[in-house]
């Protein structure tokens, strides 16, 4: 995820903290800080603490299910509003995708269980200062339980969405069961941000627009990989184009982008060898910096995914995710460079209707 940075590693998966973090803990303190002074804001950011460690609970809840079923967790990341675990693929089955969707949940079961038992089961408001260790512990026995029933509301992409959309998938195409979970998901958003409008409540607002786009992105996501079934990197991938130079300025790529609309740059060595690529983004990037007689292998992509024209394009687009590689240098058996798999080719390539349709 963009804006995030690694904190730390779990059972060999990188915990990652989104930068809109420390903002959040910089209000949680300030607003804390002005009704119980330091001590009150040291409260309140020991609270934060608490409960985003329950959150990465609950992640590494998701996660330690997918792997029973043979699915990698590459990381987690926390953000303001909760986390994200992502997962290499998506379970195949329902039933397992029920069962890892469940997996969250049941670790904030286990957790409100925990803390009610400690508390006498006394909820405790979260607005407002925390009130001594049996405050702190009242109010992670409420929050826990409320992050339950949150999550399993049939809300896509939502724990209770992903059941939903499990359950769906029994009788129905995967894809139609996202359309139909998505589109659950967006119209209870829409009531959801409504609803925040009306309080005001600026953070369920937030959640909202965060469950509206994410459900729309899902399902874009899953109808691209469902059109990709049975196709190859072979069938997608770009073999005409100009290779550059390693030495190549940053002009060179600028006039290639400008006159011939190329938009991803191969650097090859005088061996011809690849030694990077440079992608659209990383050009105008580098001119910004650098200017023309900059570069282009200073702001290319040098940790480069390789693959046969053979593999299957589902696994090209998860490569492609894990990597958050631009493109992939698609080589014949000898290791020549024989062509290039970018976002762009892939999306021509998936826009066109099937032959036989």
Request: aromatic content about 8%; hydrophobic content about 50%; some cysteine.
């Amino acid at each position: 995820m963009r804006w995030s940075f690694p904190i730390a590693r779990l059972t060999g998966i990188q915990i990652r903290l989104h930068l809109t973090f420390f903002i959040f803990l910089g209000w949680i303190g300030l607003s804390h800080g002005r009704e119980g002074g330091w001590a009150g804001a040291l409260g309140g950011l020991s609270l934060v603490g608490l409960v985003f460690s329950c959150i990465l609970l609950h992640e590494l809840g998701h996660a330690w299910a997918a792997r029973c079923f043979g699915i990698a967790t590459p990381d987690i990341t926390l953000t303001p509003i909760g986390g994200v675990a992502r997962l290499e693929r998506i379970p195949e089955r329902p039933i397992e995708e029920i069962i890892v969707a469940l997996a969250g949940p049941l670790v904030s079961a286990l957790l409100a269980l925990g803390f009610g038992l400690a508390c006498g089961f006394e909820f405790q408001a979260v607005e407002g200062e925390v009130q001594g260790w049996s405050g702190m512990v009242a109010s992670l026995f409420s929050i826990n339980t409320a992050l339950l029933a949150f999550n399993l509301l049939p809300v896509f992409p939502m724990d209770g969405g992903r059941v939903l959309r499990a359950l769906l998938a029994m009788w129905l195409s995967y894809e139609r069961a996202t359309t139909i979970a998505a589109a659950i998901g967006q119209t209870l958003a829409v009531f959801l941000g409504l609803a925040a409008l009306l309080v005001p409540a600026p953070v369920l607002l937030f959640i909202a627009v965060f469950v509206f786009l994410g459900a729309g992105s899902e399902s874009a996501q899953v109808r691209v990989r469902e059109a990709a079934r049975g196709l190859r990197v072979g069938d997608a991938m770009v073999t005409s184009f100009v290779r550059l130079p390693a030495q190549a300025a940053l002009a060179d790529a600028s006039h290639l982008l400008l006159h011939a609309a190329q938009h991803t740059f191969p650097l090859m060595d005088e061996d011809g060898g690849l030694v990077g690529i440079l992608d659209r983004n990383s050009l105008i990037a580098g001119l910004q910096e650098a200017g023309p007689a900059g570069r282009a292998l200073d702001y290319a992509r040098r940790e480069l995914p390789f693959v046969e024209p053979t593999l299957l394009l589902t696994q090209a687009f998860g490569l492609m995710e894990r990597t958050g590689s631009p493109a992939l240098a698609v080589v014949n058996g000898r290791g020549d460079l024989v062509g290039l798999c970018t976002q762009e080719s892939l999306s021509e390539l998936l826009s066109l209707p099937k032959q036989g349709a």
